[in-house]
């Protein structure tokens, strides 16, 4: 089913289930996002500024800037530019993880990636098994050889997931981030597939 999205270019309604899988009893679905997880994932952006999270995110979005990122971000799914997963847990998203081609020709072989979870979400295994359904399905779908991210090197427990999913550091920039007035050291990571 497809619906128009705020610019009128036709998106996904409904959402496409990658993997299902139990954590603490829980049934988690891993699936692509869709327009109605507008309003669970405003909360949840909105819930990391509030933790003050390593996010790059450091003011609060509002309903109307987070339509336009979703609207975008399905359209960039629509045309195999970016690969989106969101988590549920009954019925609520609860994460996303995004696998984002660069710009470039030369560059169509290298995508980066990212990943966010609320807090009750977290350290229940839920994050390793989105990081690994978001690659899997970017390599297939987007038939990427390269992933990159960045993570804040204050962020210990991110940099573990990573190099437990076969990640491995490139460089460390020193003050590289800037986290509410602080200048901190970011990592940058990659993975060949």
């Not at 891993?30 to 933790?51: G, Q």
């Not at 491995?168 to 602080?182: M, N, V």
């Amino acid at each position: 089913m497809l619906i128009r999205s705020l610019k009128g270019a036709k998106i996904m309604a409904k959402s496409k289930i990658v993997k299902r899988f139990l954590s603490n009893g829980q049934e988690i679905l891993i699936r692509y996002p869709k327009m109605s997880d507008c309003a669970d994932l405003l909360k949840n952006i909105n819930s990391l500024v509030d933790e003050r999270a390593f996010i790059a995110h450091q003011v609060k979005q509002t309903k109307k800037s987070e339509e336009k990122w979703l609207v975008e971000l399905l359209l960039k799914i629509r045309q195999k530019k970016s690969v989106a997963l969101a988590v549920e847990i009954n019925g609520r998203v609860v994460g996303l993880a995004q696998v984002g081609k660069e710009r470039t020709e030369v560059e169509s072989h290298v995508a980066s990636f990212g990943i966010s979870l609320i807090k009750e979400a977290r350290g229940r295994g839920i994050g390793k098994e989105l990081l690994n359904a978001v690659i899997a399905e970017a390599k297939k779908v987007l038939r990427v050889k390269i992933i990159t991210l960045t993570v804040f090197a204050v962020n210990k427990r991110a940099i573990i997931l990573y190099r437990s999913c076969g990640f491995q550091k490139t460089e460390t920039l020193k003050g590289g981030i800037k986290h509410y007035g602080r200048f901190l050291d970011r990592i940058s990571m990659i993975k060949y597939l």
